[in-house]
């Protein structure tokens, strides 16, 4: 799977990994490394990201959905017991 970056998001990355290199590494870094850079990275690792981000998503909502009877399930025919419990409250 190919993963893109919007148009502003590829900028802030890119300027992001200028900085970094800027405050850790021996040499600055410049825009078209960057850019390369950035390149592999979302072609490489990226696919790993993004299946663990996956993963960690279905794991969420698996869990989220197991229960969904005990998450949403709701009393039916309790509208004589909520008006006799309104009428104990206004005496």
């Given amino acids: 799977m ?10 802030e990355a890119i300027a992001s990994l200028q900085r970094y290199a800027e405050e850790n590494l021996s040499e600055p870094l410049g825009t078209l490394p960057a850019t390369l850079l950035l390149d592999y990275f979302l072609e490489e690792i990226g696919p790993a990201i993004y299946n663990q ?12 959905t ?25 005496k």
């Fill in 53 to 64: 981000a996956i993963a960690d998503a279905q794991t969420r909502i698996l869990q989220r």
């Fill in 66 to 90: 197991s229960d969904l009877a005990g998450e949403l399930f709701t009393d039916p025919f309790t509208y004589w017991q909520k008006k006799a419990a309104k009428n104990r409250t206004k």
């Fill in 2 to 11: 190919l993963i893109e970056l919007d148009k502003h998001t590829r900028t």
